[in-house]
């Protein structure tokens, strides 16, 4: 079973609409999580770091269930722009250790 | 937030040659970077942890004698891809932690390597 997984979408969407997917980790130890937005042939750039009480980033609100081991992403009025592939990324700390896994990712298209 | 570059952006070299990238944290120390690859419309695989001063650490699956790594400063550290192959071809990402704030990941550009 992966760590990390991911419906891999796509999420097709008109513009203004709402849009949202989970993820799921199957490390209980897990520590961080994080969600990544990676654009076509792109690197990832750091979207926003997922807390324990759920946080909110302008039109994006991260929330994480550590009782059933997901975090899920949500976008209020999708814009043009948001169209991306979004990464769920986790993170376990161990004793030297700050690796980073990541699921496949999620599509996101939103239209005109 | 913090900037990690690296280069060359991209690369095609033939059959059996080496190449070297090169990934640096430019406004900030990284004593750790990481190499990742990744394959289209796949996830991002990590190959090794980059620690300076020391040996990396290879990920499982992955040949330490082809893919170099060295981690000479607190914001250089190099992929040698030695002997390459077709099969090497692939996008390689860098990404160093930035000590400010949630020691979050940054990644560098990517580097999109092609043997022929």
């Known amino acids: 079973r992966k760590e990390v997984e991911q419906d891999p979408g796509p999420f097709n969407v008109p513009e203004g609409a709402t849009v949202a997917f989970n993820c799921t980790y199957s490390?209980?130890?897990?520590?961080?999580f994080f969600w990544y937005r990676q654009d076509c042939r792109k690197e990832p750039k750091l979207l926003m770091s997922v807390y324990s009480s759920g946080n909110e980033d302008g039109r994006f609100t991260a929330q994480l269930n550590r009782a059933s081991q997901y975090i899920s992403l949500l976008i209020r009025d999708s814009k043009l722009s948001d169209s991306a592939t979004y990464l769920c990324?986790?993170?376990?700390?161990?004793?030297?250790?700050?690796?980073?896994?990541f699921g496949a990712g999620t599509t996101v298209t939103v239209r005109a | 937030g913090a900037v990690v570059s690296q280069h060359p952006s991209r690369v095609i070299c033939k059959s059996g040659t080496s190449v070297k990238i090169e990934c640096r944290s430019l406004d900030f120390q990284a004593t750790t970077m990481f190499w990742y690859r990744q394959f289209p419309k796949k996830s991002l695989m990590l190959m090794a942890t980059s620690n300076e001063g020391s040996k990396a650490t290879y990920e499982q699956g992955v040949e330490k004698d082809k893919f170099l790594i060295n981690h000479a400063s607190l914001t250089l550290s190099t992929l040698t891809v030695t002997s390459a192959h077709p099969e090497d071809s692939s996008f390689y990402i860098c990404s160093a932690i930035s000590p400010i704030g949630g020691y979050e990941q940054y990644f560098g550009p990517g580097t999109r390597l092609t043997v022929t």
């Open positions: 490390n209980s130890a897990s520590q961080s």
């Open positions: 990324v986790v993170n376990e700390w161990g004793s030297n250790d700050y690796k980073l896994s």
